[in-house]
């Protein structure tokens, strides 16, 4: 294993790229340090010693790699970032011009691009305004006023801050999917996420230790372990659908009769599925908490979606319930997004090619669709079961888990395609594979 690690430095260009990234990763980290200006540090500092771990303020935190604790310039992350190409991938299935765009090659991807950068910077200046007036208010952050001069020009200085680190984190990404190695965004969100690990397992040894009940921590990094194995292995499977081609002779030449396979994975949605459900639920607590208002059932409202959807740091069984069932709801909705059993088949029967025992055209279509829907089943109840084990245990246990199964998803599956890219580049020279 050294030896192959040996040989990942052994190329010039792999070196420099590696390297490269890693530059990227201490910019990042030393963005998520720089506190935002304006903003009451002792606040700041008393709310990080009373800050709960759990809930959608937990996940926001893990997201920004504890950005958002300390109300540094990079706080709100790549989110923005990923719900704009969220936006964007869905409205190209609605809106034709998009999906002309998407068709048209590299230049109709570059306009797509452009657009998620200009959607990136709005959603970024609405998040940073909601989030400048929660932490005036005190909603997250237990009461603790972290922005006491709330003048318009300090608002405008702390919008425009953390708007301009949004930004600057999309740019580092894009830096790094250019220049270094692997998907740049999803390198920021794999090394935000690991960087609160040892924070996290830290706070959860505590709890437990102080219930005189350390077994529990032994179970936690157990049950870790196995999700881990867990998701490498459904993340692996797939159904392999056979497709053979019919043999056609053009002048002296016979072409066709090769046999293939389409290869369905049972994860076809990845985790999307699970950024949605927990961006649905997220959407009442940031409503109901910008609402200023003390009617009474405005505070009733808030009070049951607080104890029941992770706003108040813990979570319910309702909270684990419509996580559950969102995930599951999601995740067809996205496999269907993403696979056109219909496109599928017709492409399929205009290459010449048909599935054994299976008529070309409709009925191909048919078969697709109901393999599709019988692999999606058991790939949306891993989803939802790894998305919800963390807060189960929370939930019991009456401990705070900061991270979700959503956050290991997305380690697992960055380290895995990052080292399929690795591996890729090191075949090309004749060196081992990574994953041999």
Do not use: C
């Amino acid at each position: 294993m050294l030896s192959i690690y040996r040989n990942m430095f052994k190329v010039p260009d792999l070196r420099a790229k590696i390297f490269f990234t890693l530059a990227m990763f201490g910019v990042y980290r030393l963005g998520a340090t720089i506190p935002v200006p304006g903003i009451d540090l002792d606040a700041v500092e008393l709310f990080q010693t009373q800050q709960q771990a759990g809930g959608i303020y937990g996940l926001l935190n893990l997201f920004s790699g504890g950005a958002l604790e300390s109300f540094s310039v990079f706080s709100l992350g790549i989110i923005p970032y990923i719900t704009a190409s969220i936006i964007l991938q869905l409205l190209t299935v609605v809106i034709p011009k998009l999906q002309a765009l998407q068709e048209e090659g590299e230049s109709g991807r570059k306009v797509i691009t452009q657009w998620t950068r200009y959607l990136t910077v709005i959603l970024a200046l609405i998040q940073s305004t909601s989030f400048t007036y929660l932490f005036h208010v005190g909603r997250f952050t237990n009461g603790i006023d972290l922005i006491p001069t709330y003048t318009t020009g300090r608002v405008i200085l702390v919008v425009l801050t953390m708007t301009a680190g949004t930004a600057m984190v999309m740019w580092l990404g894009e830096l790094i999917t250019q220049r270094g190695v692997g998907n740049g965004m999803s390198l920021i969100i794999f090394v935000s996420i690991l960087s609160q690990f040892p924070f996290i397992f830290g706070q959860i040894w505590g709890q437990t230790v102080a219930a005189n009940l350390p077994i529990r921590f032994v179970v936690v990094m157990a049950v870790f372990l196995l999700m881990i194995g867990a998701i490498i292995y459904v993340d692996q499977a797939q159904r392999r659908i056979p497709i053979q081609f019919a043999k056609r002779v053009r002048g002296r030449r016979v072409m066709g009769g090769q046999s293939t396979y389409i290869p369905l994975k049972v994860n076809t949605a990845g985790v999307i599925p699970v950024i949605f459900a927990t961006s649905v639920l997220l959407i009442p607590s940031l409503i109901i908490t910008a609402i200023p208002s003390d009617a009474s059932w405005v505070q009733s409202v808030y009070r049951w979606i607080d104890d029941n959807l992770g706003g108040s740091g813990t979570v319910s069984w309702w909270y684990i319930l419509i996580l559950f069932s969102l995930i599951i709801f999601f995740t067809y909705f996205y496999t269907a997004i993403q696979f056109d059993p219909e496109k599928q088949a017709e492409m399929i029967q205009r290459q010449g090619g048909f599935v054994p025992g299976v008529r070309p055209g409709r009925q191909t279509s048919k078969h697709l669709a109901f393999i599709l829907n019988r692999i999606t089943l058991p790939g949306s109840i891993f989803l939802a079961t790894i998305a919800i084990l963390p807060a189960i245990a929370g939930a019991v246990w009456n401990i705070s888990i900061a991270f979700s199964g959503v956050s290991i998803l997305i380690v697992v599956g960055v380290a895995l395609e990052t080292m399929k890219q690795i591996e890729s580049q090191l075949t090309m020279r004749n060196y081992e594979g990574i994953l041999t």
